[in-house]
């Protein structure tokens, strides 16, 4: 390949503007369809890292273009369908730079973007052998240079493209060919050295330096396996230093590495390592051992724990402060509260068998109890108390009588009224004869009429100061059945 000045454009810029005849349509089309094997040509002479390698100085790998290829013209075959199914389209421009900096433009494995590029220009040929006149007239609405694309001048543009990329690539291949024809005259020494430089006429040459010895200036790459593989070895052999012992051949080598000063007065001898302690992590055994003691130490309770630290702070204390203040009275123990006396039992309840108490029985059966456990000297200080009376025991609900049989079923069946009587009867048996002496004889009050609907209620009992009332007359109840 001749050699080219503008590495950028090696085929030229294109032309827009032009006006091709359907002769030259014909030949752009053979172009588009010849790139896929002319690319695969090339790219198999680029080995040994040479796809990622730029075709010249800040541009794209040859990677980069074969990826950008296939990007590019799948756009253009999208742009090309929209042109001819519709009319005028505006197409979606794309930043073509970002693309060529993504992770499969940059790595991706080159024959795939190549494949890519046989079927897809295998359908677009097919696809613009197929237009007519009239199809090739169509175009599209480019956004970014605002003017309507005709398909004829898209043609003529993509072919360019095949071309300048294609170029792109060869300048790569051609590159790495030299470089390989280079070496191989290095090995053989049939390479000739460059041409030494002119001097200007009238300058003095300047007394070269004696070259260093090579021991000396240290050559720039790898060292040779052997040296390494000692390196290693020795590094290996060192004991393993902790980290305090680093430290501290770091700061005798600071305190080594510092200049002597005659003015300045002598120094106190620094301090013991006891005295001062170093920085850092404590070396192991020190480690080992402080938790060994703390693990020996019997455990404290927080009491004992809290006395200690009272008397570390009374011992921090100076004595000027400790007389100034005068000494806390000790507090008096509290007075022990009386003791609570002893509740009464609870009255047993009576058998089954035997009578029943009344309220007023039990409650002066409890007052007799309570008065029974109180101490003497509280009954001394206190006047007896005039023993109530026992309430009349009328309020206190009698136990109710069991409930009467229920009639046979050939007897006469009873009405409310007589029930309730009976019921009141079988009460005032059970009283006993203390709460019936105390309490005179009431008359009995005769059961109010009962209303038609309402059941009669029972009379409640009388106040002692109201005399008597006279019963009323009783209302026969009608029989039922």
Excluded at 77 to 85: C, D, Q, S
Excluded at 305 to 331: G, T, Y
Excluded at 440 to 463: L, R, V, W
Aim: charged share 30%; aromatic share 4%; hydrophobic share 45%.
């Amino acid at each position: 390949m001749k050699e080219v000045t503008d590495r950028r454009y090696p085929i030229g810029r294109f032309e827009y503007g032009k006006n091709y005849s359907l002769e030259d349509t014909r030949k752009q089309i053979k172009d588009i369809a010849r790139l896929p094997k002319d690319l695969k040509k090339v790219v198999k002479k680029l080995k040994d890292g040479a796809l990622d390698k730029p075709y010249r100085l800040g541009g794209w790998t040859a990677r980069q273009v074969v990826h950008h290829l296939a990007d590019s013209h799948m756009n253009a075959y999208v742009r090309f369908k929209l042109a001819v199914t519709e009319t005028a389209p505006i197409i979606k421009p794309y930043e073509e730079q970002l693309w060529a900096e993504t992770e499969d433009a940059k790595h991706g494995s080159a024959k795939t973007s190549i494949k890519l590029l046989s079927a897809l220009h295998n359908r677009w040929v097919d696809f613009l052998i197929s237009l007519s006149e009239d199809d090739l007239e169509k175009g599209y609405f480019h956004p970014a240079t605002k003017r309507t694309v005709s398909l004829r001048e898209a043609i003529a543009l993509y072919a360019w493209h095949c071309r300048h990329h294609l170029a792109h690539v060869k300048l790569v291949a051609d590159s790495s060919q030299e470089s390989k024809k280079d070496d191989a005259k290095k090995k053989e020494g049939t390479l000739k050295p460059a041409a030494p430089r002119t001097r200007k006429p009238g300058a003095e040459a300047a007394p070269k330096a004696e070259a260093a010895a090579p021991a000396e200036k240290p050559k720039r790459g790898r060292r040779p396996n052997a040296e390494v593989a000692a390196a290693k070895a020795a590094k290996a052999a060192e004991p393993k230093l902790t980290r305090a012992e680093i430290l501290a051949k770091a700061r005798a080598a600071r305190a080594a590495s510092k200049p002597a000063v005659a003015a300045e007065p002598a120094k106190a001898a620094a301090p013991a390592t006891a005295e001062k302690p170093k920085r850092g992590r404590r070396p192991n055994a020190e480690v080992a051992a402080a938790k060994a003691a703390k693990a020996a130490a019997p455990k404290l309770t927080r009491a004992e724990i809290l006395a200690k630290a009272r008397a570390a702070r009374a011992a921090n204390k100076p004595a000027a402060a400790v007389a100034e203040k005068p000494a806390k009275a000790a507090k008096a123990p509290k007075a022990a509260a009386p003791a609570k006396a002893p509740k009464a039992p609870k009255a047993a309840k009576p058998a089954a068998d035997g009578p029943k108490l009344t309220r007023a029985e039990i409650l002066a059966k409890a007052r007799a109890a309570r008065a029974a456990n109180k101490p003497a000297a509280a009954v001394a200080e206190k006047p007896a108390k005039v023993a109530k009376a026992p309430k009349a025991a009328a309020p206190a609900k009698a136990p109710k009588a069991p409930k009467a049989a229920k009639p046979a079923a050939d007897g006469p069946k009873l009405t409310r009224a007589e029930i309730l009587a009976k019921a009141r009867a079988a009460r005032a048996a059970s009283k006993p004869a203390a709460a019936v002496a105390e309490k005179p004889a009431k008359a009995a009050k005769a059961p109010k009429a009962a209303a038609p609907a309402k059941a009669p209620k029972a009379p409640k009992a009388a106040a002692a100061a109201k005399p008597a009332k006279a019963p009323k007359a009783a209302v026969a109840p009608k029989k039922k059945g």
